[in-house]
């Protein structure tokens, strides 16, 4: 079995996180909030729509999930299901200027989903069934597919040319313990149109952010590729924002147990 703190079970972890976090965590404003803020749900709250009644439902779920238990739910997941991965070497799995993994069929998020969903214990599917993660056994699958294809490419991505630019906690949430992944602060398939239309300077093109798993899905889900190349193009920015402020503050608080 993988040492519970190897460096790949602890991005197979925050895979997991990000997923679970997803679901747990409401859906960001995709409007622009521009400087300076006024929050959209102010404006609104006047008309007679019920979306924003919607909206705020979904932001009283968030608020009452609690971080903690969040955790403890995250780490029994990841923990159960890591010496399950099959086959085995996926838990060992590394960068490899050879192999090409991303076109590789052995290593489709698919069927290593499938392959994994048969040597699961059978307590991971009934808690992820209990608390509604998945409907019944059959969707395991398609629960694991995106958390290995993102496991996998992360393991397997080669050195970054920004590593000089590293920080050592997450630029949104500070947490300090967690794994970091760069986030395109231009999204590079926008990169032609910025130029062509002058949004930036060609200089900017490559900014990154060093980011958590889970933060760095929340900015994805915060904003197309566009409007974060137009509006939110350096991490102040995206911090001043209400609703990223209250997603900072809250998952800043999912934090695994000393083991």
């Not at 997991?16 to 409401?26: E, L």
């Not at 010496?83 to 090409?100: E, K, M, V």
């Not at 059959?138 to 996998?152: K, T």
Request: net charge negative.
């Amino acid at each position: 079995m993988t040492a519970p703190d190897s460096e790949n079970y602890q991005i197979f972890r925050d895979c997991v996180s990000s997923a679970i976090v997803a679901r747990f965590s409401p859906t960001p404003r995709t409007k622009k909030a521009r400087r300076p803020r006024t929050t959209p749900r102010q404006k609104t709250s006047s008309r007679a729509d019920p979306k924003p009644e919607a909206e705020q439902v979904q932001q009283n779920e968030f608020t009452r999930t609690d971080p903690e238990d969040l955790a403890d739910f995250i780490d029994f997941i990841a923990t159960e299901t890591f010496p399950s991965l099959q086959p085995p070497t996926l838990q060992t799995l590394t960068y490899d200027p050879n192999t090409d993994f991303t076109s590789d069929k052995e290593y489709s998020p698919q069927h290593l989903a499938e392959r994994t969903s048969h040597t699961l214990p059978a307590s991971i599917t009934d808690t992820l069934t209990a608390y509604a993660v998945i409907e019944s056994a059959s969707d395991i699958p398609y629960f694991l597919a995106p958390i290995l294809g993102e496991y996998v490419a992360s393991v397997t991505k080669p050195p970054p040319v920004w590593a000089t630019t590293r920080t050592d906690a997450c630029e949104i949430c500070e947490r300090d313990w967690i794994p970091l992944s760069y986030h395109h602060l231009i999204p590079r398939s926008v990169h032609a149109k910025v130029v062509k239309k002058g949004w930036h300077e060609e200089w900017r093109l490559n900014s990154v952010a060093w980011l958590c798993r889970a933060c760095h899905s929340f900015v994805h889900r915060m904003a197309s590729n566009e409007e974060l190349a137009r509006e939110w193009f350096t991490v102040e920015r995206i911090c001043e924002r209400e609703d990223v402020m209250d997603w900072a503050r809250w998952v800043g608080r999912v934090r695994w147990k000393a083991r």
